[in-house]
């Protein structure tokens, strides 16, 4: 690796400082699970690495006061899966972060390092923007929010422009009749990359009338994305399995898939179309989908 300059500020203002005096020879690192790899392969050459380990302010869960929560940049997977308040706001939500790769990398790598990654099959992203998750970032001149379903522009790219740091992650106060389910396909190891993800929330009156939806999947594009079509479909609708059927065909006209070891792009947007269908219906008939592939809140209780 080429020789960089090491810095361990303790407040967002000083590493912000110190990104601002560097410009784009300067990049943050927090848990640098993903940071030391590009690093090695020579993707990245920072000659000034900025650790937010110690920055104040960035690590940790916390309620909001409208019934939301919070989470700061440097907070760790580990963290949000083992997190009261996390699991009091959405028990779907610590499950999915317990789906990200090992223990030991839960154990270091963080939820603004995953977002600001920007890899698609990450786990993390979908559910986030299913929960209708806004990011914090801030730089020297002020600060801006951007809805998650926004931040991901292209392969490793977000919206995060020089000169800027995630700080955290809002979401928003979950509604008592929300359903929702992540589903990872994966068929080669529990601690692999999905093939395709789909994560979903689902509110329904009496009658089974659809009042929101949000369906988002991971390894479908280049970036996670919001099945907005499939979305669109289903909104107002008294849902049967036949019309989630239906709709779970039009992901296949909004996913764009990339061809690797897990599948090609044909079967990944037919896995797609099957994914989406079989999250929706999970959610409509209140079921879980058990095994591997997936859990349904209130499926399960902590253990």
Partial sequence: MKTFEYYTPTTVDEALSILAQHGDDAHFMAGGTSMMLLMQQGLVQPGHVVGLR?????????????????????????QVELSDDAYAYCST????????????????????GNLVHADPAQDPPSMLMALDAQAVIRSTSGERTVPLDEFFVDYFETVVQEGEMLTSVKLPPLSANSRTCYVKFLPRTEDDYATVAVAARLQLDASNRVEDVRVALGAAAP???????????????????????????????EVDPIAD??????????????????????LLNNTPLGGKHGTLIPARARG
Avoid at 57 to 77: C, F, N, Q, V, W
Wanted: glycine share 12%; charged share 30%; proline share 2%.
């Fill in 54 to 78: 110690g920055v104040q302010g960035l690590r940790g869960i916390s309620r909001t006061a409208d019934g939301g929560i919070e989470i700061g940049a440097t907070t760790s997977h580990r």
């Fill in 93 to 112: 939500l610590p499950e999915n972060f317990a789906r990200v790769a090992t223990i030991r990398i839960r154990n270091q790598g963080t939820v603004g």
């Fill in 223 to 253: 970036v996670p994305l919001r099945a907005k079509r499939v979305e669109d479909a289903i909104r107002g609708q008294t849902l049967t399995e036949g019309i989630i059927d239906d709709a779970a065909e039009l992901v296949t006209e």
């Fill in 261 to 282: 070891i897990r599948g090609s792009a044909e079967y990944k947007r037919a896995m797609a179309r099957v994914w989406t269908s079989r999250a929706l219906k999970s």
